[in-house]
């Protein structure tokens, strides 16, 4: 039995794409998953199973929304050890900042540099991104909501041909211990 997350992109947020937690815990038990619970209202689940792994869990995940509740969703899904890699890896001193100012967009599949080499660094500072495996690191020292980097950095052609979904560095934390064996 493993320990994974779920992550799902653009649920609850707008008044759009409603999605109530309950409902969903409700789903992922349906799917024969055990110890579910979620995080926050804005797409997070935890839940331990047997069978598949990340890719086809997602895969399951996201039809099983799609005709519970009528619309698409893209899902992620990452396991405790890949979360917890994520959070160690942190290219930025995560310790010194607001969790408001760093965050990691989670990739569905490697990304390579070369989808960012357009972008000039130097032209979005005080902001800084990294790349991890199958994540970016983003540290914007007003937050998300008045980051220039962050636009551009999620404009298509960047991630055309995968799933994005970012988190607060508080989520990513939280994700971790959910996650970790015995939690």
């Known amino acids: 039995m493993t320990t994974y997350a779920a992550l799902l992109r653009g649920i609850n947020v707008g008044g759009s794409r409603k999605l109530p937690m309950a409902d969903l815990r409700t ?4 799917l024969g998953h055990t110890g579910v619970r979620t995080h926050l209202q804005s797409g997070q689940a935890v839940f331990t199973s047997g069978h598949g792994d990340e890719e086809s869990l997602a895969a399951e995940l996201s039809r099983a929304i799609e005709e519970r509740f009528g619309f698409p969703v893209d899902v992620i899904v990452r396991d405790h050890a890949y979360l917890k890699a994520v959070a160690e890896a942190c ?3 995560a310790a010194d900042l607001q969790p408001k100012q760093l965050h990691v967009t989670y990739f569905s599949v490697p990304v390579s540099p070369d989808r960012f080499a357009d ?6 500072l005080p902001e800084e991104f990294r790349l991890g495996d199958r994540c970016l690191y983003l540290y914007a020292p007003e937050g998300l909501g008045r980051s220039r980097l962050a636009e551009v950095l999620s404009r298509s052609p960047r991630t055309k041909g995968l799933i994005a979904t970012s988190r607060n560095w508080n989520t990513v934390l939280k994700l971790v211990e959910l996650t970790a064996p015995g939690a």
């Open 27 to 30: 789903l992922l038990t349906g």
């Open 119 to 124: 972008i000039d660094p130097a032209a979005h």
């Open 91 to 93: 290219p930025f001193p």
